[in-house]
């Protein structure tokens, strides 16, 4: 560290505030806030280890540190807020913001027009929103339209401009959808009026307007003005169904935000729903992601103070999935336990899990590549292996009490099958029902014909089978001088246990875990592959075709020799008088020299 930073980080006060990083162009690359500026400002920089590279490269990129003391960290919060939005500092975390998002803009002018829109402009008018869905914006629209008559033209509607009669009529006017303030036929107190009302509906406040219907209703029947009650009945009707339709909490629970956080690797969801009477009057997801070593608390109440201006939020209320140290000014924040509004928080977790879950899972299919990457990432970190497992192959043994032993090899490359590389095996030098003899073979031939062959070794093999099958491949590995080169683990069916050579402790891994999958799907391939081929050796096709091209051998002699003996395993170990019961002195003896002179090449020794 350079002597003047240190000199600088030696000086900072032991108080709330706001600290900056520059680097060597004069340029804030990160804000941070603390309630101690100096403990926390020298904790980065006495680090002997980083567990992030980004934060390696941050203290490495920093030359000068200057900071702003504050009076509580709540101003900390703020001033560090502000500052990230104005200077946007590289290692910042990253709050996408919300300019495609439509708004409802109740406009300010005289006769306000309301419409929507997606660029939201600082000219007074009040924007209500964002809205996740433009489905949602036009029926909120189409339900104001039902309800009042408004203007939709851009005319500018003054007074003067009213009085000289500079505006005609249009056809909305006709069509009974606006009153046509344009000519004097609306006075602006009653459309000022419906403005009011309007307001209250998008802000949730739809009690409030309920009952000032009712009450104008009765008003217009007691002065026999029925057809102008019925009207007004019918806007009543309207309303209460939208309500009903929003209506999921208690109606007691009045005026309440409610913030949940979903984290997966680098990615953050932070999802927001408003709560007024009992209904839920607008829901929004904010994506964010993580650069250093952000916490949950820090990148919430980001989000949070962000989500609430955003929405022009004056809420006294807040529920949090978690306890929140850093406090909002004039904001209580609860973590519920029980009824209502625990449901509610669990609902808006919800939403933000499935918007990330969704939102990886789109740009993983978009992208195969990245969804590999980090399959294998996380099997290399979940087994604690050395290199990325980019060739895994799996073994497993097939036989009924002996009979017809085989064995099979399956090959994933990159988390996939590729069964062009699968591969059989007879085993020769096993009598009986012994997996750990028979895995012993197996392994041996295989990696002694790629070590033959100059083929690339597997990065991990995995063993369908316990500790048995596991100490069995690993004396082939070992005689093969290989056991250093490849990882080995054996999967137990029972408990999906996994274990490691010379580890009495397996280890479990989480059913829903991505590791786990994948080394299910190749063991489940391996036994699917065994068992495959065991049926058609049982069958007697494969046993049939290689009696048959010995010479002198036909069909009916190869099955009376089956039927008889069991397998080619035990013809093959038999002596010419044995044979000679079913096929002749002559035929005995031309089986006898076949199989001696036809011993496979990479017999296990």
């Given amino acids: ?38 403990k926390r400002a020298n904790s ?94 036009r029926t909120l629209l189409e339900l104001i339209r039902q309800l009042y008559p408004l203007r939709n033209c851009n005319y500018l509607l003054r007074d003067e401009n009213i009085q000289k009669k500079k505006f005609k009529v249009c056809l909305e006017y006709h069509l009974g959808n606006c009153k046509a303030p344009c000519v004097g036929l609306q006075a602006e107190d009653e459309y000022d009026e419906n403005i009011g009302q309007i307001k209250n509906i998008l802000k949730g406040n739809i009690h409030g307007v309920l009952d000032f219907l009712k009450n104008k209703m009765k008003q217009k029947a007691a002065e026999m003005k029925y057809e102008e009650a ?10 209460q169904k939208f309500q009903s339709k929003s209506a999921i909490v208690n109606p007691s629970i009045n005026d309440l935000d409610v913030f949940s956080y979903f984290e997966k690797e680098q990615h953050v969801a932070i999802n927001y729903l408003r709560v007024i009477n009992g209904a839920i009057i607008q829901a929004h997801t904010l994506e964010a992601r993580k650069v250093l070593d952000e916490t949950p608390e820090e990148i919430l109440a980001h989000a949070m103070l962000d989500i609430r201006k955003l929405v022009n939020s004056q809420s006294k209320e807040a ?25 509610l928080l669990e609902l808006s977790e919800r939403n933000a899990k499935y918007f990330l879950l969704e939102k990886m899972k789109l740009m993983e299919s978009s992208r195969p590549a990245i969804r590999t990457n980090r399959i294998l990432d996380t099997i290399q ?70 070590l033959d062959e100059g083929e690339p070794l597997p990065q991990l093999v995995v063993i369908d089978g316990g500790k048995g099958q596991l100490s069995s491949a690993m004396k082939s ?22 274990f490691f050579p010379n580890d009495p402790v397996p280890l479990y891994l989480d059913k829903n875990s991505e590791t786990l999958k994948v080394i299910q799907h190749i063991r489940n391939e391996a036994h699917r592959f065994a068992i495959k081929f065991h049926r058609q050796k049982r069958s007697g096709k494969f046993a049939v075709s290689e009696l048959t091209n010995i010479e002198g051998i036909g069909d009916k002699i190869a099955e009376k020799l089956l039927k008889e003996f069991g397998s080619v395993e035990k013809i093959r170990s038999l002596e010419a008088e044995k044979l000679s019961e079913i096929t002749g002195r002559k035929k005995a003896e031309t089986i006898v020299n076949y199989f001696r002179n036809h011993t496979a090449p990479d017999d296990f020794p």
């Fill in 381 to 450: 970190k979940d087994l604690q292996l050395s290199v990325t497992p980019a060739h895994i192959e799996c073994f497993d043994n097939s036989n009924i009490q002996g009979s017809n032993p085989v064995a099979s090899c399956v090959v994933f490359r990159n988390a996939k099958p590729v069964i062009k590389e699968y591969r059989h095996y007879n085993i020769k030098t096993v009598t009986g029902p012994d997996d750990f003899s028979s895995m012993q073979e197996i392994i041996f031939r295989r990696y002694k014909r790629l």
């Fill in 44 to 137: 980065y920089f006495n680090r002997e280890k980083f567990e992030n590279n980004k934060l390696r490269i941050l203290v490495k990129n920093t030359v000068d540190v200057q900071h702003i003391v504050v009076q509580t960290e709540s101003d900390a919060l703020l001033l560090e807020n502000n500052l990230i939005k104005k200077y946007q500092p590289r290692y910042n975390i990253l709050l996408k913001d919300d300019k495609s998002f439509p708004f409802i803009c109740v406009k300010n002018e005289p006769f306000a027009r309301v419409f929507s829109t997606r660029n939201p402009v600082n000219d007074g008018s009040l924007y209500f929103g964002p809205y996740t869905s433009m489905v949602m914006v």
């Fill in 1 to 38: 560290m350079k002597s003047a930073l240190k000199d600088k980080l030696k000086l900072l006060p032991s108080k709330p505030g706001v600290y900056q990083f520059f680097n060597k162009e004069g340029k804030i690359i990160y804000v941070g806030k603390a309630r101690n500026l100096k």
């Fill in 319 to 343: 529920l949090v999935p978690f306890p929140m140290k850093i406090s909002l000014p004039g904001v209580k924040m609860l973590q519920p336990r029980k009824g209502d509004k625990k449901t």
């Fill in 477 to 498: 590995l070992v005689k093969l001088g290989v056991q250093n080169k490849i990882a080995v683990i054996a999967i137990a069916k029972k408990l999906e246990e996994i």
């Fill in 230 to 239: 019925q009207f007004l009945k019918e806007k009543t009707e309207i309303l």
